[in-house]
């Protein structure tokens, strides 16, 4: 009778355990934690990089209606006349039929952080175009932009 009992004891708790134990659940959500983490941090470091590329080819790709516009007028905008010269006529031109314009299709989109790109005369034949980059501050380490001439 001994056996009997033993024996639908082992059966009984070979067929007992049919869920996960709370240890096991926390384990498995630790792992999955730690690894989301890792997947997370590889990508905010591939979208930062993506967007200061994005920056720079919208910078790049102002270089040439500026050229452009210098062609037609002889001179590249003032700073105070800025980029919205490429797309209507600055009101303080000296001679207004020789603008050409719109020299872009488009207006000027912000850059990929939401602000608008920067541009300054820096001599008559050389100008900076710009993005304050992910701060938002002009003048800092982390603007994208380039220098012309």
């Known amino acids: 009778m001994k056996r009997c ?3 639908r004891r082992r059966m009984r708790r070979g067929t007992k355990r049919q869920a996960f134990t ?3 659940v926390l384990l498995v959500l630790a ?3 730690i690894l989301g983490t890792l ?3 590889n990508f905010s470091g591939i979208f930062a990089s993506s967007k200061k590329k994005a920056a720079q080819a919208q910078v790049n790709a102002l270089e040439m209606p500026l050229d452009v516009y210098q062609a037609a007028m002889g001179e590249y905008p003032r ?3 800025g980029l919205q010269a490429l797309r209507q006529p600055p009101p303080d ?3 207004p039929s020789k ?3 719109p020299y872009l299709k488009k207006d000027i989109p912000p850059d990929p952080w939401g602000n608008a790109y920067i541009y300054e005369l820096l001599s008559p034949s050389q100008y900076r175009i710009y993005s304050a980059g ?3 501050q002009p003048g800092t380490d982390d603007d994208i932009g380039t220098v012309s001439g």
Do not use: F, K
């Open 5 to 7: 009992y033993s024996s």
């Open 31 to 33: 792992i999955l934690v």
């Open 22 to 24: 709370l240890m096991e």
């Open 79 to 81: 700073t105070e006349q």
């Open 93 to 95: 031109l000296v001679d």
């Open 99 to 101: 603008w050409e314009g």
């Open 134 to 136: 992910p701060d938002g």
């Open 39 to 41: 997947v997370v941090a």
